[in-house]
Nanobody, 116 residues
């Protein structure tokens, strides 16, 4: 069973940048499709970006061109670089790991707040 720990969130001004990290343990990260999701207060959790085991990526329209998801299987870590941040990007960001067979595992989340 994989365990996930997110880090890198914080308070940033509009237009700023952050890099989120998701460190995996307990299993080999390369076996999982990985994703970043976010949940703002009063809203449902939504997809931000995903990356397959082969490195193919997919982004929500709202972050296309501003976010880049990547994975380093040797370090068992997934990253998401976020640029040109907007107040509407404020949310708790969650990392997910989806195996070929089985249930998706979630991290505990990291808070991102975009405010001046």
């Amino acid at each position: 069973q994989v365990q996930l720990v997110e880090s890198g969130g914080g308070l940033v001004q509009p237009g700023g940048s952050l890099r989120l990290s998701c460190a995996a343990s307990g299993s080999i990260l390369g076996m999982y499709a990985m994703g970043w999701y976010r949940q703002a207060p009063g809203k449902q959790r939504e997809l931000v970006a995903t990356i397959t085991t082969r490195g193919s990526t997919n982004y929500a329209d709202s972050v296309q061109g501003r976010c880049t998801i990547s994975r380093d299987n040797a370090k068992n870590t997934v990253y998401m670089e976020m640029n040109s941040l907007k107040p509407e990007d404020t949310a708790v960001y969650y990392c997910s790991a989806r195996p070929v067979i089985g249930t998706t595992t979630w991290g505990q989340g990291t808070q991102v707040t975009v405010s001046s």
